[in-house]
Nanobody, 116 residues
Framework: QVQLVESGGGLVQPGGSLRLSCAVS??????????MGWFRQAPGKQREFVAR???????LYADSVKGRFTISRDNAKNTVFLQMNSLKPEDTAVYYC????????WGQGTQVTVSS
């Protein structure tokens, strides 16, 4: 069974930065060939797409984070990252790592709070 474990969340002031990590417990060959993504869910709202990174290196971002967030991966460590800069209060949410199909698995989430 695939496990995804996020870390790096916390409390940050507006304009600050955080880097989220997601460690994936699969073989390196499987991880490197699997698309990975980040989603988030704010209180009282539906879970929404944030970013996607395909195995060929292509990326996709939600308009709300484009230019501020960067998704990347370290295939040697089976880890995907989300670098978040210029954070805004509206970025406050639980952030979830997602391994697209064929893995099709979610992490447990990590809280990000942007507040002064």
């Amino acid at each position: 069974q695939v496990q995804l474990v996020e870390s790096g969340g916390g409390l940050v002031q507006p304009g600050g930065s955080l880097r989220l990590s997601c460690a994936v417990s699969v073989s390196g060959r499987i991880f490197s060939s699997n698309a990975m993504g980040w989603f988030r869910q704010a209180p009282g709202k539906q879970r929404e797409f944030v970013a996607r990174l395909n195995s060929n290196g292509s990326t996709l971002y939600a308009d709300s984070v484009k230019g501020r967030f960067t998704i990347s991966r370290d295939n040697a460590k089976n880890t995907v990252f989300l670098q978040m800069n210029s954070l805004k209060p509206e970025d406050t949410a639980v952030y979830y790592c997602y391994a697209y199909r064929p893995l099709g698995s979610w992490g447990q989430g990590t809280q990000v709070t942007v507040s002064s």
